[in-house]
């Protein structure tokens, strides 16, 4: 039982490229989120799916998109990298919308 | 602005001693839970406290919930250098009001010196 599990770990991205994080959950939650942290502050929430078929906007969407590919897979897309997007990415998933969530181990990623 | 509001934002103790963090928070809630986050890694969830109940306790961890204050605080006993950690609250909404989402604080990093 692997929980969470995200891809890439770790990217550096130029300035305009584009790439899409992975994320994957096999506990068959129906909601999962995508969370930015950067460094000594707490999680911001980017996109979240509540249930398969649906996507909501978070607190900080802009510069981002989201795929739920189905019930397992959630997928956050940056379509022109930026500075300002260097963090640490968290995929989470719960059952409900209000039940315990379980992170993925997080992607660092560089925009130089 | 976050739901849910960490303080103080740095606590540091002594191994032994018991650490206090308190959550506050704006709107009604479905239940409070509060997370752990070693340096670097993913948080994981260490209790979840319903809005009908006042204390919960696992381990050496007791949280209370005090709905008419909008504020909860998470205690844990006997402090060990391994709790050493960011500590987070998050609040889950009711259904139908705040997005139906988990909303998390900013956290507290805590320091438990050997």
């Known amino acids: 039982n692997a929980g969470v599990t995200q891809n890439p770990k770790f990217q550096v991205l130029k300035t305009g490229q584009s790439m899409t994080l992975q994320c994957a959950q096999d506990?068959?939650?129906?909601?999962m989120y995508w969370y930015r942290q950067d460094p000594g502050m707490g999680l911001r929430l980017i996109y979240y799916s509540a249930s398969e078929g649906t996507t909501d906007k978070g607190e900080v969407p802009n510069g981002y998109n989201v795929s739920r590919l189905n019930k397992r897979e959630f997928s956050l897309r940056l379509e022109s990298a930026a500075p300002s997007q260097t963090s640490v990415y968290f995929c989470a998933s719960s059952e409900r919308f209000d039940t315990e969530a379980f992170f993925g181990q997080g992607t660092r990623l560089t925009v130089v | 602005s976050q739901q849910g509001e960490e303080d103080p934002q740095a606590l540091s103790i002594q191994e032994g001693e018991n650490a206090t963090m308190n959550c506050s928070y704006k709107t009604s809630i479905n239940n409070l839970q509060w997370y752990r986050q070693n340096s670097g890694r993913g948080l994981v969830h260490l209790i979840l406290?319903?809005?009908?109940?006042r204390e919960k306790h696992s381990g050496r961890l007791r949280v209370t919930l005090d709905t008419s204050k909008k504020s909860s605080s998470l205690l844990i006993t006997a402090s060990r250098a391994a709790d050493t950690a960011s500590y987070f609250c998050?609040?889950?909404?009711?259904?139908?009001?705040?997005?139906?989402?988990?909303?998390f604080g900013e956290g507290t990093q805590l320091t438990v010196n050997p």
């Open positions: 506990m068959n939650h129906n909601s």
């Open positions: 406290i319903r809005s009908n109940e």
């Open positions: 998050a609040t889950g909404p009711v259904f139908g009001t705040s997005g139906s989402r988990l909303t």
